[in-house]
């Protein structure tokens, strides 16, 4: 075995060894140090981040919390989770919201898409519906 990869396993080893016994919510070799927003640290010795769909928004999370229905953190570390904006919908915290289809509708946290009621229409990604234009007879 040659000797850098001998030396690498001893630093390595000599690392786990001078780990913290910290308390949850915090990390640390040499010194403890609050769990960073993104992140949680479960039992004082490891930093995980958090997964897509799931948050920590504060300083010294023991765990994360999972995005409320409507709302999206589609990437891991995030500290807060987005508001599905209207024309738009998310039925799923771990990806980006979806555009509604035309004839649909949504309103800010939609999980799901409306459909407009007979006779009315919309674009695609709306958040309302138009009436049908209504014609009129002068006599």
Same mark, same amino acid.
């Given at each position: 075995?040659?000797?850098?990869l001998? +030396?690498?396993?001893?630093c390595a080893?000599l690392?786990v +060894?001078s +780990?913290q016994d910290? /308390?949850?919510? =915090?990390?640390?070799i040499? =010194?403890?140090?609050?769990?960073?927003?993104?992140?949680?640290?479960?039992?004082?010795?490891?930093?995980?981040?958090?997964?897509?769909?799931?948050?920590?928004? @504060? =300083?010294?999370?023991? /765990?994360? &919390? /999972?995005c409320?229905?409507?709302?999206?953190?589609?990437?891991?570390?995030s500290?807060?989770?987005?508001?599905? +904006?209207?024309?738009?919908?998310c039925?799923?915290? %771990?990806? %980006?919201?979806?555009?509604?289809?035309?004839?649909?509708? @949504?309103?800010?946290?939609?999980? @799901?898409? $409306?459909?407009?009621q007979?006779?009315w229409?919309? $674009?695609?990604?709306? @958040?309302s519906c &138009?009436?049908?234009?209504s014609t009129?007879?002068?006599?």
């Amino acid at each position: 075995m040659p000797s850098w990869l001998l +030396l690498f396993i001893s630093c390595a080893a000599l690392d786990v +060894l001078s +780990l913290q016994d910290c /308390k949850p919510g =915090e990390y640390g070799i040499r =010194e403890c140090h609050p769990c960073p927003e993104g992140y949680y640290c479960p039992n004082g010795r490891l930093t995980l981040y958090c997964p897509p769909g799931f948050y920590s928004s @504060s =300083e010294g999370a023991v /765990k994360c &919390t /999972k995005c409320d229905p409507g709302t999206y953190a589609p990437r891991r570390t995030s500290a807060y989770c987005h508001s599905c +904006l209207a024309g738009y919908y998310c039925d799923d915290p %771990t990806s %980006t919201p979806k555009r509604c289809p035309a004839n649909t509708y @949504s309103n800010d946290g939609a999980i @799901s898409c $409306q459909k407009c009621q007979d006779g009315w229409t919309s $674009q695609e990604g709306s @958040s309302s519906c &138009t009436p049908p234009s209504s014609t009129s007879c002068i006599g």
